[in-house]
């Protein structure tokens, strides 16, 4: 072998390596994957039931014809039920608070009580399009992004009114939620949409001071991709999905972007867990829950 073969595998090999880890991290490892689902948007799981609850479109993602479920699912990828919860739309985003799973549901917030499975209640905003993913704070509030109208709406706690909280061209047609701390909303952008979801620049992540509602980019702004799903680490760094092109991402709280995953299109809205290492990824367009092990 020449020294210049050798030169260019070795580099080759360096840059596979790279993409698929974390820096100074192994990569991540399949762990299990739960086939069935119907067009799986967001998973979360319930520290007190010890179950993950996955949104199923179940076909059009904006069509309102009353299909759409919930599933439960095991942490083992056993899929416990799939339909927990139905008589939905096409649910995508959820999160829970003081017992009650939320799910963003085209143009209305669905409450659901935990404890006995049933839809307790219903928001809307009369003109709002395509609620997406959702955010609950420590105290209760509960955010929702919509991603065709550059919208967050909030929930309150205290008064049970459900608004329009922020609504500008610079959240980039944001997608995915996570309060961090007291005071910041991460916002996973898609990017400006051109046409349909295509976009001529991709998105990247933003924070939003959530008293004063200022809005900053995390890093120099650079595109990263078409976001969905945004979930905290430990060490306030993040781990996000790129929906188009099926990639795992890991964001330091500089903007440092490093890819862990690429799979296929359809990595929709992750959950997760600082304690175990463990991200569990909805695979829209096939069908699948995964898990896997990212330390």
Known sequence: MTKQLYSVLTILLVM?????????????????ETTGLSN???VVYDVD???????????????????????????????????WVGGLDAPKGLAIADGKLFAADIDTLVEIDIANGTVSNRYTVPDAKFLNDVAASRTGDVFVSDMALNRIHKL?????????????????????LYVQGKDTLIVAAWGVMTDGFATETPGHLLAV???????????????VGNLDGVE??????????DWMNGKLFHITPAGQVDLLLTLEQGMADLEFMPGTGMAYLPMMMNNKLLAYKVY
């Not at 596979?16 to 299990?32: C, D, I, K, R, V």
């Not at 609850?53 to 309102?64: E, F, H, M, Q």
């Not at 309150?156 to 995915?176: A, I, R």
């Not at 001071?209 to 595109?223: C, L, T, V």
């Open 232 to 241: 905290e680490d430990s060490d306030g760094s993040f781990y996000v999905t």
């Open 156 to 176: 309150d706690d205290d008064s049970g009114e459900f608004s329009v909280w922020l609504e500008s061209p610079e959240l980039l047609n944001p997608n995915g």
């Open 209 to 223: 001071n959530i008293e004063n509602k200022s809005i900053r980019a995390i890093g120099d702004g650079s595109p």
């Open 49 to 83: 039931n010890n179950v993950l609850y996955v949104s199923n479109v179940n076909g059009d993602a904006g069509a309102k014809d009353g299909n759409g479920f919930i599933s439960r699912v095991s942490l083992d990828g056993d899929l416990l039920e799939k339909e």
């Open 16 to 32: 596979l390596f790279s993409a698929g880890t974390m820096a100074g991290g192994a990569a991540p490892e399949s762990m299990w």
């Open 40 to 42: 799986p948007e967001s």
